[in-house]
Structure formats: C-alpha cells, structure tokens
C-alpha cells in the first residue's frame, strides 16, 4: 500500500522518468541513480493497475518507463536484481516442476451446507474456547487453483501448487508472471524476516468465457469452468504462455510468519485474521479487503454467508461458498487441526452446481465447420436451477480418458453460465450393463468419410454440401452476431429446411411467403415482421456479412479486422495469405483459412448470388455514411436507459468514430450511465470529457442508422 503523500511522490517521480532515454543513461553510475527510482515507480503502477484496478498513467506511458528499465538491465546486467519488474516473464522452458515441501502443510476445508452446520461449528469452537461469543471472520470463498507463496528478506523466493499438502510443485517463474503477485513486498516493516501466504489463482468469468470461445474457434476443448482454466494455466511449461492468460491471485491467509530471530508471529505481532488479511492488502497484495467482515457470534456469519450466496452470480469470479474463520489467531493452537483441515474455520458451501445423473444415449453432432461433437442425452436433472438434459462430451479422447459409457452415471457441473460439463463417471455404480460409445467412421448427415487431420483432436466432415452443416451455416447467418435477422431463430431454419423452402443461405432472400402464411402458427402480422427483418438485413454493414459467411476461425472481431481494410467483400478474392497476415492480429491459420474461403468456387458464387439478390457486398458510399464522430473514441460506463451498450458502440463505431472498454488520455469522451465503475474515477483524474447518457443521445440523434432505429428507445 502506498500512502497519500507516497503517491504524489511516486507521481512526480513518473514524470520525471518518463522524460529520460536510453542514450541519456551512460556510465553505470547513471544507471545506478534511477534504477530504484525507476522500479519502484513501476511496481506503483502496476499496483494501481492490478489491485487498485484505477491506473494513473496511459499503457503507452507505463510501457515507456518499462521499456526504459529494460534497456538499462540489457545494458547493465549486474543491476538485474529477482524482484526486478522485467523478470515476471522468465524465459526458457522447464520440463517438469520441482518439488518443495510447504513451511506449514496445506490443509484443506472442512464444509457446511446449511445454517445448522454452522451452528454445530460454532457451538465446537466456543466448547474449546470458553467463549460465549466468538468473533469470526466470514470471507469469499475463491473457487480457482490454490497456491503458497514464500517471501523472505521481502522477496518473492517461491510459489508452488497444493499438490498432497505437504509437498507441492514449484511454479514460481509462472507464478512470477502474475501482476496481482509482487515480487518484494516490505513485510519489514512489519518485523517479519520470512513469511508463507495461501491463496488462489483465478480467471475473472468474462475473460474465461473469452478464451473458451477462442479454443472453441480453433479447435481445441474449452475448459470446463474457471477452475481448471486457472489449474490447467498454472502448469504450463512455458511462463510466456501463463502470461497470456490473464491470471489474477488473491491472498486470504498467513500459515507461516517469523522475525530475524525466527519467533513466530501469527498470534502474537498478527493477532487478529482480518489484520492480516489488511496488511496483505497494504502491502500491495490482492486480498478480500473489501470483501472481508467480522462478525460477532454465529447469526451476524449466517446472514452474511446468506447475503453472498444471493449476489454470488455478480462477482466478477467464481466463488463456491464463504470461509468462517476464527479471528483472534492466538486462538488457532487451541482449537488445532486434524489430518485434514483445521477446526477455527470452515467453509460454507454454496447450493452446488453438481448433481449425478444417467446417460441415456449418445448423438452425434455436426457443427458448421463439420466438427463432429458427441452429445450425451440425460435423465434430466436439475442444476442450480436449471433443467439439463443434455452435454457435450466434447470429443473422442474426452470420452476415452474419462472412460464414459452409455448407460453411466454421471456427475454433471455447471458452474456460473458456463455449459454444462461431465466431471466424471460414478464407476462404483456401474453394472456391467453399460455400453462403450462408439464413435461414427462416417458423418451421421451426410455418410460421408470423417477426417481427422494430424495434432487435431476433432473428427470433421469435409462435405461442404453436407445437409447439417448447411443448416448449421444458416443458423449462424441469421443469428444476432452476424446479420441478425429477428425471428429467422434456429427452430424456424430448422423447419424451413425440412419443408424445403431453405437449402442454401441465399435461400433466406427468396423465402416463399405465401406458402409460409399458410402454415400453422404463421400468419399476416408475423410474415410482414419477417419479410421486414429480412430485408433490412440486406443493408447490414460489411463486417456483419463477413461474420455470417462462417468461415472458419473468423468471428466477429477478425470480421471487422477485415472490413477496415477491404471496400467490398468481394475484393478478398485478391488478397494473398501473406497481405491477410499482415493485418492486425492475423496469423498464419486464420490468414489461410480466409484465403481458402474465397478461392473456393461455391463460395464465390454464393457471395454473387447474394448480391444479386440484395444484399449489399460493398459499404455504402461515402457520401451516405455520417461521419461526425471521425476520430473520437468513446467509452461507456454504467448502465444506459435507452439501449444495450454493444448498441451504442455499434452506433459510435458506425458514425466514424472508436468504442473502446478503457480509458486514458487518448479518449474523447466517457459516457457515463447508471452506476457508472472505476472508468469514471479514471476519467476525472486524467481530465477526460465525461458525458451523461442524455448529451450523448443528444449528439447522435439526428444520425442514427436506420437499421439500429429499432434497438435503440428514446
Ligand atoms: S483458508 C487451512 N480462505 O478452498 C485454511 N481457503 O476447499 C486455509 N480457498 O484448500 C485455507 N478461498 O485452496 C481459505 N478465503 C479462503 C479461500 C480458501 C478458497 C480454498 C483453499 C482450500 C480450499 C478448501
């Protein structure tokens, strides 16, 4: 933590530093004089970025001063110290992780379900202790990976996974790459000489969906919650790649503490939990600070665990329940642990997200690009509120490494809004009678040969004419991603393609009205609305038709990629792979995919005939498109009245202008709605515009595009 006037100081500091170049730093005398300066200013910033999650300086800005650091180590390497903010990413690649024993062994939780568990705990603990009342620190409980950290003479010296409690695995360069974990921290200053913290690595919900969306363009099974994303990310060889994941940590308990002396200082110098858990938070760490309270005796722990498990869905990460925690340390010895877990805390478990549940049979599924993905029917069961009935076992060495069978008992997990997920098969109940899962040599829609190109794990039908693969194709033209045609939903495809009125996508724009008007459930009003739909789809801008033609490895982000740089989607037919990999965020695959698609005859000809039906190929001329918002970049924070905010960035981007999720000086005006986040405050310290929803419904009024006229109520 840093102090008011520390920050002031830091901040002058900052501007300081930011005026220097490399070719300014020549003896290593000169080095020496900034390099402190220089990397404490740095670790001020990450952790206004990380933890405080309100960064003071631009990302251009703390590259700057990060680059600077860089050079001189390249420079000087002697002046390379561990806890330099340039080694979080270590390079070079580790084979397996070592094995350290923990300073104090990594127990796990004993659990309650309900408030009469709670009270068994309580009235255990106030047996052992005398009290009457007990004073408990009641806190989230994270559901990611958990980990301990080392830190002696405040420096981060090592990180490993719980393995079997008493010895885990070192992961301390992967560990080192995560911001929300300093690298040195001034436990001196609390008398502490060597120190061991347990906490939990985690993926925020939003940013797990994300990477499962991209493995699932790319071919590869997403993660099944959060969870596994964190543990799996935790463990991978390279720390370049733990990096990109965007891991998070949070820190909720001190195991081990000593002075110089090697006295022991949990119950003594660090008498209360929730003190602890402060001076973690001080001392830059992310801890549930904010999250934590103490509670005096059992119903204030009740109604606290209560009030979580209701608002559990809004947390930005998973949680699976709350811990309840003695407070006063001193009293930990007291109570003592078993073999398993201690007996001053306990874990209360949200309502779980797991039941067990049989497999009826298995179908075979084929996806738009052909990927062929079994799908196990369920005896339906309900999930934290939800009726699931079928899963995904997402493919053929999914099935062979959990050894699923038909007929099986399974335990089902849905975590968050995440797709439901086979964690395993209860073997104990098996019968004999179960059946293996054979997997089709042949797609189940069309008969065709599945293929299985080499270090893929996904079988796929290459018949582009194949019936499910068109219908899937269809689907995702018209869903609200791509050209977002209302009331053309999956079942309605569906059943246009089985009466035959659908069979290829221009089909959508020669739908036979008259006969549709004929059928049950159809008539005038709701055939004018999808007539209405369709047509206005025909004037969608250029990104969206690209989203919609499905190929592969291309969503909406690279579409858009794409339509920045071309007039007409038909000028992709020039374009090499090499001019396609130039673009941003473009590598080699997703370039060959696209050139692949438009050197495909079909392809072509079906991107002709939708334009001779209507649809418009090419972004309206340039005297049609208003540009009054050319050059200003927008952020929205809060909730807006009026629309959906992916419907008012759409509508910023579609006047010229650029919607961007963060804020820094760059940025033209913040757009501020109800209950607005830390965007705000970053707005106001960095002096950016801010405007409330009603100036900027005032500003775009006049220009809003007809086809977003409907989405948008004002
Ligand atoms: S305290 C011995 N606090 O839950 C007590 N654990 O199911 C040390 N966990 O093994 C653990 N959030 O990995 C504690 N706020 C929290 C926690 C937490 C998540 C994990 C931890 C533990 C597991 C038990």
Same mark, same amino acid.
């Given at each position: 933590?840093?102090?008011?006037?520390?920050?002031?100081?830091?901040?002058?500091?900052?501007?300081?530093?930011?005026?220097?170049?490399?070719?300014?730093?020549?003896?290593?005398?000169?080095?020496?004089?900034?390099?402190?300066?220089?990397?404490?200013?740095?670790?001020?910033?990450?952790?206004?970025?990380?933890?405080?999650?309100?960064?003071?300086?631009?990302?251009?800005?703390?590259?700057?001063?990060?680059?600077?650091?860089?050079?001189?180590?390249?420079?000087?390497?002697?002046?390379?110290?561990?806890?330099?903010?340039?080694?979080?990413?270590?390079?070079?690649?580790?084979?397996?992780?070592?094995?350290?024993?923990?300073?104090?062994?990594?127990?796990?939780?004993?659990?309650?379900?309900?408030?009469?568990?709670?009270?068994?705990?309580?009235?255990?603990?106030?047996?052992?202790?005398?009290?009457?009342?007990?004073?408990?620190?009641?806190?989230?409980?994270?559901?990611?990976?958990?980990?301990?950290?080392?830190?002696?003479?405040?420096?981060?010296?090592?990180?490993?996974?719980?393995?079997?409690?008493?010895?885990?695995?070192?992961?301390?360069?992967?560990?080192?790459?995560?911001?929300?974990?300093?690298?040195?921290?001034?436990?001196?200053?609390?008398?502490?000489?060597?120190?061991?913290?347990?906490?939990?690595?985690?993926?925020?919900?939003?940013?797990?969906?994300?990477?499962?969306?991209?493995?699932?363009?790319?071919?590869?099974?997403?993660?099944?919650?959060?969870?596994?994303?964190?543990?799996?990310?935790?463990?991978?060889?390279?720390?370049?790649?733990?990096?990109?994941?965007?891991?998070?940590?949070?820190?909720?308990?001190?195991?081990?503490?000593?002075?110089?002396?090697?006295?022991?200082?949990?119950?003594?110098?660090?008498?209360?939990?929730?003190?602890?858990?402060?001076?973690?938070?001080?001392?830059?760490?992310?801890?549930?600070?904010?999250?934590?309270?103490?509670?005096?005796?059992?119903?204030?722990?009740?109604?606290?665990?209560?009030?979580?498990?209701?608002?559990?869905?809004?947390?930005?990460?998973?949680?699976?329940?709350?811990?309840?925690?003695?407070?006063?340390?001193?009293?930990?010895?007291?109570?003592?642990?078993?073999?398993?877990?201690?007996?001053?805390?306990?874990?209360?478990?949200?309502?779980?997200?797991?039941?067990?549940?049989?497999?009826?049979?298995?179908?075979?599924?084929?996806?738009?690009?052909?990927?062929?993905?079994?799908?196990?029917?369920?005896?339906?069961?309900?999930?934290?509120?939800?009726?699931?009935?079928?899963?995904?076992?997402?493919?053929?060495?999914?099935?062979?490494?959990?050894?699923?069978?038909?007929?099986?008992?399974?335990?089902?997990?849905?975590?968050?809004?995440?797709?439901?997920?086979?964690?395993?098969?209860?073997?104990?109940?098996?019968?004999?009678?179960?059946?293996?899962?054979?997997?089709?040599?042949?797609?189940?829609?069309?008969?065709?040969?599945?293929?299985?190109?080499?270090?893929?794990?996904?079988?796929?039908?290459?018949?582009?004419?194949?019936?499910?693969? %068109? =219908?899937? &194709?269809? !689907? *995702?033209?018209?869903?609200?991603?791509?050209?977002? @045609?209302?009331?053309?939903? +999956?079942?309605?495809?569906?059943?246009?393609?089985?009466?035959?009125?659908?069979?290829?996508?221009?089909?959508?724009?020669?739908?036979?009205?008259?006969?549709?008007?004929?059928?049950?459930?159809?008539?005038?009003?709701?055939?004018?609305?999808?007539?209405?739909?369709?047509?206005?789809?025909?004037?969608?801008?250029?990104?969206?038709?690209?989203?919609?033609?499905?190929?592969?490895?291309?969503?909406?982000?690279?579409?858009?990629?794409?339509?920045?740089?071309?007039?007409?989607?038909?000028?992709?037919?020039?374009?090499?792979?090499?001019?396609?990999?130039?673009?941003?965020?473009?590598?080699? %695959? =997703?370039? &060959?995919? !696209? *050139?692949?698609?438009?050197?495909?005859?079909?392809? @072509?000809?079906?991107?002709? +005939?939708?334009?001779?039906?209507?649809?418009?190929?090419?972004?309206?001329?340039?005297?049609?498109?208003?540009?009054?918002?050319?050059?200003?970049?927008?952020?929205?924070?809060?909730?807006?009245?009026?629309?959906?905010?992916?419907?008012?960035?759409?509508?910023?981007?579609?006047?010229?202008?650029?919607?961007?999720?963060?804020?820094?000086?760059?940025?033209?005006?913040?757009?501020?709605?109800?209950?607005?986040?830390?965007?705000?405050?970053?707005?106001?310290?960095?002096?950016?515009?801010?405007?409330?929803?009603?100036?900027?419904?005032?500003?775009?009024?006049?220009?809003?595009?007809?086809?977003?006229?409907?989405?948008?109520?004002?």
């Amino acid at each position: 933590m840093f102090t008011e006037e520390k920050q002031r100081e830091l901040i002058q500091k900052t501007k300081q530093l930011l005026d220097i170049t490399i070719d300014q730093i020549k003896t290593i005398d000169d080095a020496k004089a900034i390099i402190d300066d220089l990397r404490e200013v740095i670790r001020y910033h990450d952790w206004r970025y990380y933890v405080l999650a309100n960064p003071v300086i631009s990302d251009y800005e703390y590259d700057k001063l990060f680059h600077l650091l860089k050079k001189i180590e390249q420079k000087f390497p002697e002046l390379i110290t561990p806890d330099s903010p340039t080694q979080r990413v270590a390079s070079g690649l580790t084979k397996e992780f070592p094995q350290v024993k923990h300073l104090a062994p990594m127990l796990s939780l004993d659990n309650s379900y309900n408030e009469e568990d709670l009270r068994d705990f309580d009235r255990r603990v106030k047996e052992a202790t005398g009290f009457e009342t007990v004073e408990y620190s009641v806190e989230p409980k994270f559901d990611g990976a958990g980990i301990s950290l080392v830190y002696e003479d405040n420096l981060f010296i090592r990180g490993a996974t719980r393995g079997d409690g008493i010895v885990g695995e070192d992961i301390t360069n992967n560990l080192k790459t995560i911001k929300t974990i300093p690298l040195s921290a001034d436990f001196k200053s609390y008398g502490i000489k060597k120190i061991e913290i347990r906490g939990e690595v985690l993926i925020r919900k939003d940013l797990f969906k994300k990477i499962n969306q991209e493995r699932l363009e790319e071919g590869l099974p997403p993660f099944a919650n959060p969870r596994n994303a964190a543990a799996g990310s935790i463990r991978l060889q390279d720390p370049k790649e733990v990096a990109k994941r965007g891991l998070e940590a949070f820190v909720y308990q001190i195991t081990y503490a000593v002075d110089p002396e090697g006295n022991n200082l949990l119950g003594t110098k660090i008498k209360k939990h929730n003190e602890s858990i402060r001076i973690l938070y001080e001392l830059g760490f992310r801890s549930p600070f904010k999250e934590i309270k103490v509670c005096r005796g059992i119903d204030e722990v009740i109604d606290y665990c209560r009030q979580w498990q209701e608002k559990r869905d809004e947390y930005p990460y998973e949680l699976d329940g709350m811990v309840v925690k003695v407070n006063d340390i001193a009293l930990y010895e007291k109570l003592g642990v078993t073999s398993h877990h201690p007996r001053w805390a306990i874990a209360f478990k949200f309502k779980a997200r797991q039941a067990t549940t049989r497999i009826i049979k298995v179908v075979f599924q084929v996806g738009r690009t052909g990927a062929v993905t079994p799908v196990a029917k369920l005896e339906p069961v309900e999930i934290g509120g939800v009726t699931v009935s079928s899963v995904s076992l997402i493919n053929e060495d999914f099935i062979k490494e959990k050894d699923i069978r038909i007929g099986d008992l399974v335990l089902i997990e849905r975590a968050g809004d995440v797709i439901p997920y086979v964690v395993k098969v209860i073997t104990e109940a098996r019968t004999g009678k179960e059946k293996p899962i054979e997997f089709p040599k042949n797609c189940p829609s069309c008969g065709s040969p599945l293929v299985k190109p080499p270090g893929e794990a996904v079988w796929r039908c290459v018949n582009i004419n194949c019936p499910a693969q %068109v =219908v899937e &194709r269809m !689907i *995702y033209f018209a869903s609200k991603d791509a050209m977002d @045609i209302r009331g053309l939903g +999956e079942a309605i495809v569906r059943k246009f393609y089985e009466l035959g009125y659908l069979k290829s996508i221009p089909d959508i724009y020669r739908l036979p009205y008259e006969k549709i008007k004929k059928l049950e459930g159809w008539g005038e009003k709701s055939v004018e609305n999808l007539k209405k739909a369709v047509e206005e789809s025909k004037h969608r801008p250029i990104n969206r038709l690209i989203t919609g033609l499905g190929i592969r490895y291309v969503g909406k982000v690279t579409a858009k990629t794409l339509a920045e740089h071309i007039r007409c989607v038909e000028d992709l037919e020039k374009w090499s792979v090499e001019e396609l990999e130039s673009l941003p965020d473009i590598g080699y %695959v =997703v370039a &060959r995919s !696209i *050139y692949d698609f438009f050197h495909n005859e079909q392809n @072509i000809n079906m991107i002709k +005939e939708l334009k001779s039906l209507g649809v418009q190929t090419c972004k309206e001329k340039e005297e049609k498109v208003q540009h009054i918002f050319d050059g200003k970049t927008f952020v929205f924070t809060g909730a807006l009245k009026c629309c959906s905010r992916e419907v008012a960035q759409e509508i910023v981007e579609r006047l010229g202008g650029h919607a961007t999720n963060s804020v820094s000086r760059k940025t033209s005006y913040v757009v501020v709605g109800e209950n607005p986040g830390s965007k705000f405050r970053k707005a106001q310290q960095l002096g950016v515009k801010t405007i409330n929803e009603e100036q900027f419904i005032q500003m775009i009024k006049d220009h809003i595009p007809e086809d977003l006229k409907e989405h948008i109520n004002i």
